[in-house]
Structures are given as structure tokens and as C-alpha cells.
């Protein structure tokens, strides 16, 4: 990924949560270097990701949701982005033409420089999937001067999709492992705004420690702890190899 203080990064996220186990570290990492960073949350996970609140007697959708909201909120003041929630619904995710065109409008109003969303394939979770589906067809929108917006077209800002929660069964490689050894203390105090699910807490430091560990190893730079693995869609452009 790029350093430029003045990129501008795109996250978009299929329910409250994912952003902050998949990407926590990169946001944080870029806004500590002064970026802007923005998180598109396109469902709160009410009916998927939310098993902990619907043990408790009386729960409704609205409580979830509300629950689900105020984690997210939480969770990415810690980590230094603001955050947008479209209420889109969650198992199924509903990709209207509505939701397509503020995500078109989106990028053409923010221009990111950076784009981080989900890997291609889940067989465990439809909603990622179709989360990243609608993030590529936004962001190919955004680039066509043809597509109505008050906004100039898009760039060509590079995709980076974040971990799946089971990359194996994901067809997910670790292309890019990205050194958040500097910010890990705030990915930590973010995962623990996500109470709903705190069975994931352990889980994601002991992820971002075999990444780290897998840094090292293909980098020689003994000082990474932590670090969080990310696919490509698009080639890297470059004037010289790294
Ligand atoms: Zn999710």
C-alpha cells in the first residue's frame, strides 16, 4: 500500500463489525499518518452477527440494530475513520439500484485513493460477497465520465479485499501483509467496542500475530508483530519492483 499522507481511504463494509477485525489496523495505520479515512457500513449484521444480543430475552430487530450501530460508532472514533451506515439489511443483503447509485456517488464525491473492502468468494456468508460485488461495480461506475453525478469521474484507486473469516474455504491468498505493529493497541481497544461478538476478540489478535509472524518471514523485519493479510484484484502498477 502507499504512504502519501494525503491519500484518502475507502472502506466498505457488509455489516457493523467487519471493518474492524479485517481492517482495523489499516485504518488506524493511515489516519495515524493524517489520511482521511471513510467506512461505509452497509447493514449492522442484525440478523447474522449479532447471535450474542438475540440470547437476551425480549430482544427485537430495532434493539440489535441500535446495539450494532453504536459499536460500529465506537469502534471507529478508536480507530480514527467516520463512518456512514445504510441500514441495508443483513442475511439478505439487498443490493438495490438505490444502494449502488450512493455508492457510486460516494466514490465520485470522496475520490479515494485507496479502496478496502471484502475477498470475492465466502461460502459461509452471502452478504460479503455481495458486499464486494457492489464495492468493484461502484467503483468501475464512479470511473465512467458517462455515469450521472454532480461529481468528476473516479481514478483508478487500487482494491485491496480484506481476510475472510475462513480464507482457506475463501480461495483467499495473502498477497499483501500489511505491518500494523505501530497501531495494534487501537485494532485491540476497537475489537473490544464489538461486545456482541467477544468470542472474535482472541481470535483476531491471535490472526494478527501469525500474520506478523508470516511478515517477518518475508520481509526479514524482525521488529513487525502484527499484521493483517490483504488479496489484490488489480495488478500493483509500478516503476520499479518491491
Ligand atoms: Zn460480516
Redesign the pocket.
Given at each position: 500500500m502507499s504512504t502519501d499522507k494525503n491519500d484518502t481511504v475507502l472502506v466498505i463494509s457488509?455489516?457493523a463489525?467487519?471493518f474492524v477485525w479485517r481492517a482495523g489496523g489499516a485504518i488506524a495505520l493511515y489516519h495515524s499518518r493524517g489520511c482521511h479515512v471513510r467506512v461505509l457500513c452497509l447493514s449492522y449484521?442484525e440478523r447474522?452477527?449479532s447471535q450474542k444480543l438475540w440470547r437476551e430475552p425480549g430482544m427485537t430487530i430495532e434493539r440489535v440494530k441500535q446495539a450494532r450501530r453504536l459499536e460500529a460508532e465506537r469502534a471507529a472514533e478508536v480507530l480514527g475513520a467516520e463512518i456512514r451506515c445504510f441500514d441495508a439489511g443483513d442475511y439478505p443483503l439487498k443490493p438495490t439500484d438505490e444502494l449502488l447509485d450512493e455508492l457510486v456517488q460516494e466514490f465520485r464525491r470522496l475520490q479515494p485513493t485507496i479502496v478496502l473492502t471484502h475477498a470475492p468468494n465466502d461460502p459461509y456468508?452471502g452478504?460479503?460477497p455481495e458486499t464486494a460485488r457492489l464495492a468493484l461495480n461502484a467503483r468501475v461506475y464512479a470511473q465512467a465520465m458517462g455515469y450521472p453525478s454532480e461529481h468528476k469521474h473516479l481514478g483508478a484507486p487500487p482494491v485491496f479485499h480484506f481476510e475472510p473469516h475462513q480464507p482457506e474455504m475463501c480461495d483467499f491468498k495473502p498477497q499483501v501483509l500489511l505491518d500494523i505493529t505501530s497501531v495494534f493497541d487501537r485494532k485491540r481497544k476497537a475489537m473490544e467496542c464489538m461486545e456482541a461478538q467477544e468470542h472474535l476478540w482472541e481470535y483476531y489478535t491471535q490472526l494478527a500475530l501469525r500474520r506478523g509472524t508470516q511478515a517477518v518471514r518475508n520481509s526479514g523485519r524482525k521488529e513487525i508483530r502484527y499484521a493483517e493479510a490483504y488479496q489484490r484484484t488489480y495488478p500493483q502498477v509500478t516503476d520499479q519492483f518491491s
Open positions: 457488509a455489516h463489525a467487519d449484521g447474522g452477527e456468508n452478504d460479503h
